[in-house]
């Protein structure tokens, strides 16, 4: 079954076992990993690969697990994305949805309407 969207991960760690087991949790399926790190999204991923053939000595293995990396999203991108969002108008509506998000995955249900589109 073939998911709607795309799948994000956010992570302080290069531990490519994590990674792995995320990719794993949603059955090989493409996901981006927004990674809280300055590094250069190339060096980020030399530094997963490198992990990878640390844990697994089957290149096929590792070519697998790194295909389905879609994107990696460090904090220079996040911030340029921002940027455009704000200048786009949309920041409002972020802020809304990553509300929403975490009331989700958290199991919180109390309303708060001072985040309304009226403003």
Known sequence: MKPLGRFFQVTETLDVRKYFLDIDKVERYPISFVIKSDDSVKLLKEKLRKGA???YSIKAIVK??????????????????????????????????????SKVEFNYEETDDSWSDEE
């Open 53 to 55: 053939e640390r844990q």
């Open 64 to 101: 697998k697990y790194m295909g389905c990396i879609e994107e990696v999203i460090n904090i220079p991108i996040l911030r340029k994305r921002f940027e455009i969002a704000f200048e786009q108008g949309y920041i409002r509506k972020i802020i809304k949805e990553i509300v929403l998000q």
